[in-house]
């Protein structure tokens, strides 16, 4: 099957043939020879089309960026502002 590796722009860097999914993610995540990591690995479908082989493990990219994500810490504060006499309320929102 063939496999058309990525960088973090969407360039192709490569194409090569592997046996399936797992050989060619493993050696998306263990090559050294471009100047840019690997960010994404596609093969090529049944109708001729690109396809996403799966997330890269090791060192080209982390293996869900929602795993390793971490969540904003943000605080709302509701503050009432005047407006012609009338009040009505504006969200400010805070990251740390």
């Known amino acids: 099957m063939t496999y058309r590796f990525r ?5 192709s860097l490569a194409e090569r043939d592997f046996p399936d999914h797992a050989a060619a993610l493993a050696w998306a995540a263990t090559e050294d020879e ?6 994404r690995v596609e093969y090529r479908g049944p109708d001729g ?17 929602r795993a390793e994500a971490q969540p904003a810490k943000c605080h ?3 503050t009432p502002v005047p407006t012609d006499g009338r009040t009505s309320s504006s969200v400010r ?4």
């Open 7 to 11: 960088d973090g722009m969407g360039e």
């Open 34 to 39: 471009f100047e840019t990591e690997i960010q």
């Open 49 to 65: 089309d690109w396809r996403w082989a799966g997330p890269l493990l090791g060192g080209a990219a982390v293996s869900s960026p």
């Open 76 to 78: 709302s504060l509701l």
């Open 93 to 96: 929102i805070a990251a740390d």
